[in-house]
């Protein structure tokens, strides 16, 4: 017997979400597009099925479109504004700075906040998405020389210019996202959060509440592993980033493996892949969680996309939560630290 609760077939009626208050807001599809993976992140990618994927999404109802200027070296930007570029008013787009290549930048910063690259950066952005401006300009990382608020300051004038709508925060410490509020409203705070990343409910989450900003998080799969299809690393390119990930390194991947089993269960009880179950879990913490899971396969996405249509019973918003215990995952979810101290 058919569980009436098992999400349809995706379909171009997905369910809404607002990110942010007032002016600042924005109305999106309840699970974005994370475009990292799509342009070699996790081993290399087929160009012709990143296009595919990518207008499916579109077709599916997706309306959040979340990239970075630091994705494949800006190729991510000319993928996406490539293939989206005709249907510009029908997506939000999302971009990122602030994560400058070592090379290509004349100090070697590994993060730039300051004024004058927040303005190059977004001409930059502008000119490989092919449009004029965008619906949510984060800052990628917290510049540690730079106080916030000039940052965040520039970016007002990019809203003031017209080049950007509505400005966002990644991986922010919630006396940052203060202080920046106090600028210029902050529409969204993106940060890795997933069953297996957990550290946003302490207080950046109660912070962004209280402000009245969106969350978006990234990574809501654990780079994978959450959709119960990572039996190992072995199959791992050379150049996936997940190569210098502790959380898939020898031992602590076997006991976080484990923990996925668990989650499995749950999901094949309900009917649902393990990844729908997952966001579901996600979606159910709040109608400000907007997740941006990303992937490189059609079939993939469409699954992801159903997850947005999948409700769940408070006992089984608890007992997903139970099936990976907070705290129980081994080694730490960053390879640089250094850039998590915002």
């Not at 997506?91 to 927040?118: Q, T």
């Given at each position: 017997?058919?569980?009436?609760r098992?999400?349809?077939?995706?379909?171009?009626?997905?369910?809404?979400?607002?990110?942010?208050s007032?002016?600042?807001?924005?109305?999106?599809?309840?699970?974005?597009?994370?475009?990292?993976?799509?342009?070699?992140?996790?081993?290399?990618?087929?160009?012709?099925?990143a296009?595919?994927?990518?207008?499916?999404?579109?077709?599916?109802?997706?309306?959040?479109?979340?990239?970075?200027?630091?994705?494949?070296?800006?190729?991510?930007?000319?993928?996406?504004?490539?293939?989206l570029?005709?249907?510009?008013?029908?997506?939000?787009?999302?971009?990122?700075?602030?994560?400058?290549?070592?090379?290509?930048?004349?100090?070697?910063?590994?993060?730039?906040?300051?004024?004058?690259?927040?303005?190059?950066?977004?001409?930059?952005?502008?000119?490989?998405?092919?449009?004029?401006?965008?619906?949510?300009?984060?800052?990628?990382?917290?510049?540690?020389?730079?106080?916030?608020?000039?940052?965040?300051?520039?970016?007002?004038?990019?809203?003031?210019?017209?080049?950007?709508?509505?400005?966002?925060?990644?991986?922010?410490?919630?006396?940052?996202?203060?202080?920046?509020h106090?600028?210029?409203?902050?529409?969204?705070?993106?940060?890795?959060?997933?069953?297996?990343?957990?550290?946003?409910?302490?207080?950046?989450?109660?912070?962004?509440?209280?402000?009245?900003?969106?969350?978006?998080?990234?990574?809501?799969?654990?780079?994978?592993?959450?959709?119960?299809?990572?039996?190992?690393?072995?199959?791992?390119?050379e150049?996936?980033?997940?190569?210098?990930?502790?959380?898939?390194?020898?031992?602590?991947?076997e006991?976080?493996?484990?923990?996925?089993?668990?989650?499995?269960?749950?999901?094949?009880?309900?009917?649902?892949?393990?990844?729908?179950?997952?966001?579901?879990?996600?979606?159910?913490?709040?109608?400000?969680?907007?997740?941006?899971?990303?992937?490189?396969?059609?079939?993939?996405?469409?699954?992801?996309?159903?997850?947005?249509?999948?409700?769940?019973?408070?006992?089984?918003?608890?007992?997903?939560g139970?099936?990976i215990?907070?705290?129980?995952?081994?080694?730490?979810?960053?390879?640089?630290?250094?850039?998590?101290?915002?």
């Amino acid at each position: 017997m058919t569980d009436d609760r098992t999400p349809a077939a995706p379909s171009n009626r997905l369910p809404q979400r607002t990110l942010g208050s007032g002016d600042a807001a924005l109305t999106v599809s309840a699970v974005g597009f994370g475009g990292m993976s799509v342009t070699d992140a996790y081993g290399p990618a087929d160009a012709a099925e990143a296009e595919a994927v990518l207008r499916r999404a579109l077709e599916l109802g997706v309306t959040l479109v979340d990239t970075a200027d630091v994705y494949g070296h800006g190729r991510n930007e000319e993928l996406v504004g490539r293939v989206l570029g005709a249907h510009r008013d029908e997506i939000v787009l999302a971009s990122k700075f602030g994560l400058p290549p070592a090379e290509g930048h004349p100090d070697g910063r590994p993060v730039d906040g300051r004024p004058a690259y927040v303005r190059a950066a977004i001409d930059a952005s502008l000119r490989r998405l092919g449009t004029d401006h965008l619906d949510l300009y984060y800052l990628h990382r917290i510049d540690p020389q730079v106080p916030v608020e000039e940052t965040v300051g520039a970016l007002a004038e990019l809203v003031a210019a017209g080049k950007v709508r509505a400005i966002g925060l990644s991986e922010p410490s919630a006396a940052t996202v203060r202080r920046a509020h106090a600028v210029h409203p902050v529409t969204a705070v993106q940060s890795e959060y997933s069953l297996w990343t957990r550290d946003p409910e302490d207080e950046v989450l109660p912070t962004l509440r209280e402000l009245g900003i969106g969350f978006v998080p990234f990574s809501p799969l654990g780079r994978g592993i959450l959709t119960g299809t990572v039996d190992s690393t072995d199959g791992f390119a050379e150049d996936d980033v997940r190569r210098s990930h502790a959380r898939y390194a020898g031992e602590a991947f076997e006991h976080n493996r484990g923990l996925v089993r668990s989650l499995e269960e749950i999901a094949a009880g309900r009917g649902v892949t393990t990844a729908q179950l997952a966001l579901a879990w996600l979606l159910a913490q709040g109608d400000d969680v907007v997740p941006i899971p990303g992937t490189k396969r059609l079939a993939y996405l469409e699954q992801n996309v159903a997850a947005a249509s999948l409700p769940l019973t408070p006992d089984e918003v608890a007992a997903v939560g139970a099936a990976i215990p907070r705290g129980a995952v081994q080694g730490v979810r960053h390879p640089q630290p250094d850039l998590l101290a915002g």
